[in-house]
């Protein structure tokens, strides 16, 4: 029986439907593998978000008590109301001091070795930060799924980036080590705190090996379809694609049969730049858009019969290399060609042309011919599925990308 026992504090959790949720649960269910047990601490409520009630597990500790949801429902609407105000979108900090609470009880029954808090969002973080004061020799690894200063997604005001910059470097300081979502996330913290430079790991995203994904027969339709599923953050909307669109439909290099569009589950296109010219795309039939919310199973069902995947690696203006979508890893298995908007020489850029997935690659920083030759090649390749590259495969394997972090634990 292993000696080793670690902590995860993540405000989200599965079964939420949330990107989020992915390394909490990949620490969770393969660090053990590893030779670390688990626990895990997470929240029972979510707001807006309903999550189907699970079986009890001593393993998982939810808080708050579930008879209290609606009370909590309510509050987490507030706490989110008015950070909406301070153009702050951060829920758990409320949830955070009741996580504090109950992994405090459980520490002192159980005796963990290490915690690993996970983020988005930060409020994981705190709460580690508040155990680590009060058990000083519990050894705490902090994981961001997206860094928080430089992130081009987070909107907050002057006085919101100071107290931002104060809590990272709480954070980091006291942090036993901290885990980037890319190398270059990785080098952006080692020159800003160099004096921490060897805190510094990189824990990728990638691909659940329990989770079987794989290409579906093509639906008989009359056009081909590229498809995108899922919210779309406003400074990832493609204007790119859009403007190309309408060039090559102008100058009739698009045909009414030769592609549609498909946008599905995204509610909020107000990063369009053209309103006029994406609302006559529509009625061309060239851009088609579903606001509703699937699930994961029917958000991967839509994906694995599109002819062709749309990948979206934008930042508005900025043209950051900070991150990289989750549903890269879910298109290159699915092996159909995928279509990519994202900076020159980004981990998605590197990611994708050793995957072996058929894939075309325009640059948030293309000019309009470069954008209008990349669309029309994609309309040339097979959309036969290919299969993913062995480098591909044994990288990006979650049982793999955790056991830097179970041998940093038994260290």
Not at 278 to 296: K, N, P, Y
């Amino acid at each position: 029986m292993t000696s080793h026992k670690a902590l995860i504090i993540s405000f989200y959790f599965p079964p939420a439907n949330t990107p989020a949720t992915v390394h909490a649960d990949w620490f969770f269910s393969f660090v053990p593998e590893h030779g670390v047990a688990t626990s895990a601490i997470a929240s029972s409520v979510y707001f807006p978000m309903k999550v189907d009630r699970e079986a009890p597990s001593d393993d998982i500790i939810r808080v708050p008590i579930t008879r209290t949801e609606g009370f909590w429902r309510r509050l987490y609407r507030e706490e989110l109301r008015i950070q909406g105000k301070c153009g702050v979108w951060e829920p758990g900090f409320l949830w955070s001091e009741l996580a504090f609470r109950a992994a405090s009880r459980r520490h002192r029954r159980e005796r963990f070795t290490a915690m690993v808090s996970v983020s988005p969002p930060v409020t994981s973080h705190w709460a580690a930060y508040r155990l680590k004061r009060r058990f000083p020799y519990l050894k705490w690894i902090a994981d961001f799924q997206d860094p928080l200063l430089g992130n081009p997604f987070r909107l907050g005001g002057p006085t919101v980036r100071s107290l931002e910059r104060r809590l990272e470097r709480a954070i980091f300081v006291n942090a036993d080590c901290v885990s980037a979502n890319t190398d270059t996330v990785q080098a952006m913290w080692q020159e800003r705190y160099p004096e921490l430079r060897d805190k510094f790991i990189v824990s990728w995203g990638g691909y659940d090996p329990r989770e079987t994904i794989a290409a579906r027969p093509l639906p008989e339709r009359c056009k081909p379809v590229i498809s995108h599923v899922g919210v779309m953050y406003q400074q990832r909307v493609p204007n790119l694609l859009f403007d190309s669109l309408g060039r090559l439909r102008k100058r009739g290099k698009l045909g009414d049969s030769d592609l549609v569009v498909e946008l599905v589950g995204s509610g909020d296109l107000t990063g369009v730049n053209n309103r006029e010219q994406f609302e006559w795309l529509q009625t061309e039939g060239i851009v088609s858009v579903r606001s509703d919310h699937i699930s994961r199973a029917k958000a991967l069902a839509t994906s694995a019969e599109a002819d062709y995947l749309l990948l979206l690696d934008l930042s508005g203006t900025h043209h950051t290399k900070l991150q990289v979508p989750s549903k890269l890893f879910d298109y290159v298995r699915i092996g159909r060609p995928i279509l990519a908007f994202t900076p020159h020489d980004s981990p998605t850029e590197r990611i994708l042309t050793r995957s072996g997935a058929p894939c075309v690659v325009i640059h948030s920083e293309a000019p309009p011919e470069e954008v209008d030759a990349g669309i029309l090649r994609l309309l040339t390749l097979p959309r036969t599925p290919q299969p993913p590259s062995p480098w591909f495969l044994q990288t990006f394997d979650a049982r793999q990308l955790v056991k830097p972090v179970a041998d940093l634990i038994r260290a």
